[in-house]
Structures are given as C-alpha cells and as structure tokens.
C-alpha cells in the first residue's frame, strides 16, 4: 500500500510517500512563501523517483490546518483535484493538531496535553488533548495568559512549533514534557495518516481556519 501525505500550510513545503508503513522518500523545503508551486513538482519527482504512478496509490492525506491562509487552501486544491482524477483512491484530511499529538511517546503523555502552533501574531494556535490524546477543547487561536489559565493546576505536556515561543517567559505550569518542534514533519503527519487509515477515519478535507485571514496591505502573511 501506497500513502503520500503534503503539507504546505506553515513555513515549508512537506511530501512524503510511505509504502506499508514506512516512509520511502520525502521532501521538506523550508520556506516563507511560495509552497503552493513547490508542492506539484515535488510530488513528481518523489512519485517518478520511485517508478510510483499517482494510479498506484491507495491513499493520499492531506495537512487541513491551521496555518498560512494561502497554503492551506493549496493543501486542500491539490487534494480535491486528486479527488477527481483518482476516484478510487481515499483522500483525507489531517489537522495539524492531530499530527502533532499524535508524536507524544506513550511516557510523554500528560494529564493534560496542550498542542501549540506559532501563528506569527501575539496570540498561538492550541488545541487540548486528554491523557489518551482525546480532544478536550475545540482548536482555538488564544493569548498566552489565556492558554496559561487553562492549563494552570494540572501536570501538562507541551508539543508544537509554538513551544518554544510559548515558554519564552516563565509560565508557572507543572511541566511533564516538552517537544520543541521547528515544524510539521513528514513523518509525523505520515504516522498520524496511518493511524486515521487504521481506524478507518477519512474526513475529506476542509479547511481548518480559526481566524480570518489578514488582508491589509501591512499583512501580507495571511495567517488564518
């Protein structure tokens, strides 16, 4: 069996092809712009680099978000076109949160798990997950003080690229572990795909904005 799994909704462009598990070859191009032209290329030269036609895979996994505005809308174009040219092929969605939780190592789990995703505002991207990786809170874009107020009194783990702007300043939190993260990897979003396959999850991918996007002429980042 046949996965690719892409990403270019924050600061890089992502691909992977995983064949019965194991992630066979990738690609990840970090970047401030222009991973929605990056993208098709390299799934061209990942899938012709190993004699693979798009007909030959059996699923295809997409990041939903949250991240740049633009790159989540070229994550899901790409995917909803593959959709059309490859009716027999599942395609689903990701959500960062997700593939992040899903790094914890079974003795980095907490109580309280806290997904942190850099937004590039004052405020984060975070999502809280139980002891067994169950969501316990909607995905939400928030200010420290508030994310701080929430995870106050409980022994908490940290994951995300977020993190390490997060803990900038003392937090006063009871800290199981944490996981400083430059990005959304390949092999953590191609590990969070299997499990959905697994589990027989295939949400068609949606966009996952939790804010609107900025659009002002001093904004042109477009992080929503």
Not at 65 to 82: D, H, K, L, M, Q
Not at 109 to 129: G, M
Request: hydrophobic letters at 40%; charged letters at 25%; proline letters at 4%.
């Amino acid at each position: 069996m046949y996965i690719l799994a892409f990403d270019t909704t924050a600061n890089a462009c992502n691909v992977c092809l995983v064949k019965d598990k194991k992630v066979i070859a990738k690609f990840c191009k970090e970047m401030e712009f222009g991973q929605a032209e990056e993208l098709l290329p390299a799934i061209k030269n990942i899938l012709d680099g190993e004699h693979i036609l798009m007909s030959d895979l059996s699923a295809i996994a997409v990041c939903t978000g949250p991240g740049s505005f633009t790159g989540v809308r070229a994550c899901i174009s790409a995917a909803r076109t593959f959709s059309f040219a490859l009716p027999e092929c599942t395609i689903f969605g990701v959500s960062a949160f997700d593939a992040y939780i899903n790094g914890l190592e079974e003795q980095e789990v907490a109580p309280i798990n806290a997904v942190i995703i850099e937004t590039k505002r004052n405020d984060f991207y975070c999502q809280l997950f139980d002891k067994d990786k169950k969501k316990i809170s909607e995905p939400m874009a928030a200010e420290y003080d508030d994310i701080i107020a929430l995870l106050r009194g409980n022994k908490v783990s940290l994951i995300g690229d977020g993190v390490k702007r997060f803990l900038s300043k003392p937090s006063g939190l009871s800290l199981h572990a944490i996981k400083i993260e430059r990005g959304l990897s390949c092999e953590a979003l191609s590990a969070c795909a299997i499990r959905k396959l697994e589990d027989k999850i295939f949400d068609f991918p949606k966009p996952l904005y939790i804010k609107a996007p900025d659009l002002g002429p001093k904004n042109q980042k477009n992080f929503g």
